[in-house]
């Protein structure tokens, strides 16, 4: 009866050890500083509206569909084994966060979707998946986005871009993408 009960407690520990909660921090000493900024201007005033699109009355430009939000948003990738957004990836989520506040993008949710590489465990793979989702969601909040406009989802190894066996291959499958949802 006690090996049951100290098998029991040695598995709750394992589980939970695995399960941090420490807060993921920008990568500040990341080689790879390389600032990739998209500026979008929202609309000053809306006069005609169409289906797909909004016309801007004081520089007569459209703003973006939905769509177009959808195909400008970044995908946000994590080094080996982690969740820490270095500032190139800072960058990528800056961008998504004013994309967020265009006046299309203002009525839909965003869902994120994190991913890892085919190394580890589904558990583990799920596990960090969330991670990655949670930490690209703390910081578009700290821009920002409300909080209860995103979702998350983690697809551990599920989901992969690539299938190669290389580290590049890998290195594409560690991300976070965004989904933008009615």
Known sequence: MKSIVLSGVVAALLVFSGCSSKEPAVDTQAANSAQATT?????????????????????????????EI???????????????????????????????????AKSLNVKLEGNCDE????????????????????????????????SMVSYGKSNPVCTEHTKECWAKNRRVNFKLLP
């Open 119 to 150: 190394w580890g465990s589904d558990e583990y793979n799920f596990a960090l998946g969330l991670k990655r989702a949670n930490a690209v969601k703390k910081a578009l909040v700290a821009d920002g986005i409300d909080a209860s406009r995103i």
């Open 39 to 67: 500026e979008v201007q929202a609309p000053a005033t809306e006069t005609v509206s169409s289906e797909n699109s909004v016309v801007d009355s004081s520089t007569n430009s459209v703003s973006m569909t939905a769509d």
């Open 70 to 104: 959808q195909s400008k948003l970044p995908t946000v990738y994590f080094a080996f084994d982690k969740y820490n957004i270095t500032p190139d990836m800072q960058a990528r989520i800056d961008a998504a966060a004013e994309l967020g506040k265009e006046d299309v």
